[in-house]
């Protein structure tokens, strides 16, 4: 039987190691990516963002911000995620999705792009992605819970 | 690889995620993870 595909927001794999409301439905669906009852995807875009959010904090000293970034990779290789590289061409979805919700950062867009092309679920806690009824016409996003 | 850089098996090693949680607590207190993804980061020059 074919497994589920689901593209992962940066903000699943922060939200295991960051607790709030969201940790508890972050780690149940992480866990089934990495006993392999789900497969998972991230992207560059994925991975830069949560590294950027480390690199450029302007008040952590060097060995803090070395601790945070091989958190995140210890999360990433633990989790047994595919990386998903867009091809060329792969992008001009880009407008047509811009165009759906203006109110998405370029970031976030990003991920919904790669989901997108790969034709899965998006799974963020990102209200502002869940609630717009707009890009829910072009990608499936749902709330890690909900899985 | 020192023992305080260990890789994989995360889930299962309670110690090491309660680390994880307490140095993202110490670093960003109050925040949650959108919190901290949502910042803008600097632009590069052109």
């Known amino acids: ?147 | 690889m020192c023992d305080e850089h260990k890789v994989g098996g995360l889930w299962e090693d309670h110690e090491r995620l309660k680390k994880y949680e307490k140095l993202f607590a110490e670093a960003f207190p109050g925040q949650t993870a959108l919190d901290i993804l949502h910042r803008t980061p600097p632009h590069a020059k052109r």
């Open chain 1, 1 to 147: 039987m074919p497994k589920d595909k689901y593209f992962i927001d940066g903000c699943i794999l922060l939200g295991t190691v960051i607790p709030d409301k969201h940790t508890r439905a972050c780690r149940s669906f992480i866990s089934r990516i990495q006993n392999d009852i789900f497969i998972g995807y991230i992207s560059p875009f994925v991975t830069g963002e949560m590294f950027n959010s480390i690199l450029y904090v302007d008040d952590k000293p060097p060995h803090q911000k070395y601790e945070l970034l091989h958190a995140i990779v210890d999360i990433i290789i633990t989790t047994k995620l595919n990386n998903f590289v867009p091809l060329n061409n792969d992008m001009n979805v880009y407008s047509e999705l811009r165009k759906a919700d203006n109110r998405i950062s370029e970031s976030d867009l990003m991920h919904i792009i790669c989901a997108k092309i790969l034709d899965i679920p998006l799974v963020t806690t990102d209200t502002m992605i869940l609630d717009s009824r707009e890009l829910k016409k072009h990608v499936e996003t749902i709330y890690p819970g909900d899985v």
